[in-house]
């Protein structure tokens, strides 16, 4: 199926691809005809994830790695060798997450917010920073960013994660400016633009709780056609915007 998508001859690297929403992410863009490049800190984790995508898609191309996010070096050297193997990169896929939460406000613990500083900021800075350039050089490229309705209105026992994700909200909003002032007199071919959701489901919630409804959640295989629907967009019209995936709070 690869070659044929809409995606044809794009390169895509995906970090944090190792998880259920990664998975799907991963197969979605390899049926739209990408290479995908796939990271994540759990090697076996993402290696099970790569051999799948290459199955259900019917051998696309896709790969992975085993990538320290947290260290800008690492990062760094992913970015270059991905558009060095490849001649190009035309994207990045943020999908690093992780939730701690509290009973109450009072009760939020400041070591959860070290935790999430980490993986929900830390991750889109060096990601951001390390693939602004071969984005910015391709004729389509585009970050994107999976954040939580929580940023815009946080809840009492929510509070470092929702700071987490407003904190990497404006990252990649000041990097969708800078697509912008560096745009030629056409507009922008480059963009950063934000997906939101309530929270993720997949199938193995679904298995384990028969009975809950996930009211407001996104399926993971929702958020794969959407990630491949922001390519179907013109970088102008998605750079620097939030694509709301479930009711505005």
Do not use: C
């Amino acid at each position: 199926m690869a070659g044929n998508g809409a995606l044809s001859g794009a390169v895509i690297a995906v970090a944090g691809a190792g998880g259920p929403a990664g998975r799907a992410a991963l197969l979605r863009l390899a049926e739209a005809g990408a290479t995908v490049v796939g990271a994540d800190n759990d090697p076996e984790r993402l290696a099970e994830a790569v051999d799948a995508a290459r199955y259900a898609s019917g051998g696309a191309s896709v790969t992975g790695e085993p990538v320290d996010l947290l260290d800008l070096g690492s990062t760094r050297d992913w970015a270059e060798h991905i558009e060095k193997d490849f001649g190009r990169v035309d994207g990045l896929v943020h999908l690093v997450g992780g939730w701690r939460g509290s009973e109450t406000f009072i009760k939020s613990s400041l070591d959860d917010w070290d935790f999430l500083e980490l993986l929900l900021i830390r991750t889109v800075q060096h990601t951001s920073l390390a693939f602004y350039e071969g984005l910015q050089r391709s004729d389509r490229g585009r970050y994107v960013l999976i954040s939580a309705a929580g940023a815009t209105k946080p809840s009492a026992g929510n509070a470092s994660y929702a700071a987490a994700k407003a904190a990497a909200e404006a990252w990649t909003l000041a990097l969708a400016d800078a697509f912008r002032k560096t745009a030629g007199a056409d507009g922008p071919t480059s963009a950063a633009t934000i997906l939101v959701v309530k929270a993720l489901v997949h199938e193995a919630m679904r298995a384990d709780r028969p009975n809950a409804k996930f009211a407001g959640f996104t399926d993971v295989r929702d958020l794969a056609d959407a990630i491949v629907g922001v390519w179907d967009k013109p970088a102008a019209e998605v750079n620097g915007n939030r694509l709301w995936l479930t009711e505005k709070p």
